[in-house]
């Protein structure tokens, strides 16, 4: 039988009247009243004490002591095993109880911990999470600045299949942002050197790799139908204003949760289009964007951004991905970070 234990990762400590755990951490911490028994509770679920050697309070006993007349000894009187149960669901139902090993040789050891952590449901195997992970399918278009980066976060958080699709090569100035090319790489296709980066974490990935522009609705169509994805993840930014949308439509035909992000020189930002809880991100930049009027003729914009803000977003959209495909903590809300002031900004998406 898997033995219930105190999380190790919420570090119990007492803090006047009180046991907290998960300290100074919004939306983690919870706590219980500091008495002897629930101090000696929590030592027998860390291992330190032995069930059999748990007494009663010494107010119960003071209460008890009348009708004792003697018979027994102070150390004598252990709690029922109906007190003590009822103890340990108190802390199983607070989300305080793990069956975690803590084998720190296991491969997503790390992640398990994680989970367990910011877990504060009453389950009591975080590994179900990871399983999650790894039993997920992503599509991502796009394997420029943010994907390509995205692709190597989700392998290293333990997804086991993806679809990309890209039809660029790679070009020196990748090099300076996108994590999985290097120099030999330069003339390549980057769904092939994505391929071969992500499989260097982890030879079981599978991977389907398309090497196509996506020109029309149409095409993206076809990759709904044809690939059995869990969510999908746009990174690309052509066609401009029409591919977000596409994936709106799609999302919703398919019922199939959509995740788009970029950045725009010192802003990163983030969505989640969940079929029948959010609005689409039309309807969120109809509301919250600026007009799209060009003031000058004949000028493009020229792509201004550093490896630093390409990782910030890549690795805001892999963990808005973590949280839909697991459930934990998913907050339907668009995140928007502007590096320049260090201000963040949310938006609430439910459906009004």
Same mark, same amino acid.
């Given at each position: 039988?898997?033995?219930?234990k105190i999380k190790k990762t919420l570090q119990p400590l007492i ?28 030592? @027998? ?221 010192? @802003? ?5 289009? !969940?079929?029948?809880?959010?609005i689409t991100s039309s309807e969120l930049y109809g509301e919250q ?57 949310? !938006? ?5």
């Open positions: 039988m898997t033995l219930l803090v006047e009247e009180k046991i907290i755990f998960g300290f100074g951490q919004d939306g983690i911490e919870r706590s219980i009243e500091k008495s002897e028994l629930n101090i000696d509770i929590l030592k @027998v679920l860390n291992g330190e004490k032995e069930r059999e050697q748990l007494t009663i309070s010494t107010e119960e006993f003071n209460n008890k002591v009348k009708v004792l007349n003697g018979e027994k000894e102070r150390e004598q009187l252990t709690i029922s095993t109906e007190e003590f149960n009822n103890k340990v669901k108190v802390l199983k139902d607070l989300g305080l109880l793990t069956i975690n090993d803590y084998d720190k040789q296991h491969k997503y050891s790390r992640n398990i911990n994680f989970f367990e952590w910011m877990d504060i449901s009453n389950n009591t195997d975080p590994s179900i999470y990871q399983r999650k992970l790894n039993n997920a399918h992503v599509l991502i278009v796009g394997l420029g600045g943010i994907g390509a980066n995205v692709c190597e976060i989700l392998a290293r958080l333990g997804i086991q299949t993806f679809t990309i699709i890209d039809n660029d090569q790679i070009d020196e100035t990748n090099l300076t942002r996108q994590g999985t090319y290097f120099k030999e790489d330069i003339g390549k296709n980057k769904v092939d050197i994505v391929e071969k980066y992500i499989k260097k974490i982890d030879s079981t990935i599978n991977v389907n790799k398309i090497n196509k522009y996506l020109a029309t609705k149409n095409d993206l169509q076809e990759i709904y139908k044809k690939y059995n994805f869990d969510i999908s993840i746009c990174c690309a930014d052509t066609p401009k204003h029409k591919i977000d949308v596409w994936f709106d439509d799609l999302s919703i035909a398919f019922n199939k949760p959509f995740i788009s992000g970029s950045y725009a020189s010192t @802003v990163i930002n983030t969505f989640c289009m !969940y079929p029948n809880l959010t964007g600026a007009p799209r009027e060009q003031l000058l003729e004949n000028i493009t914009f020229s792509t201004s951004v550093i490896a630093p803000v390409t990782y910030m977003a890549a690795g805001l959209i892999s963990y808005q991905a973590f949280s839909v495909i697991t459930q934990l903590n998913y907050k339907p809300e668009a995140i928007q970070i502007d590096l320049f002031n260090w201000d963040v900004y949310k !938006y609430d998406l439910k459906k009004k």
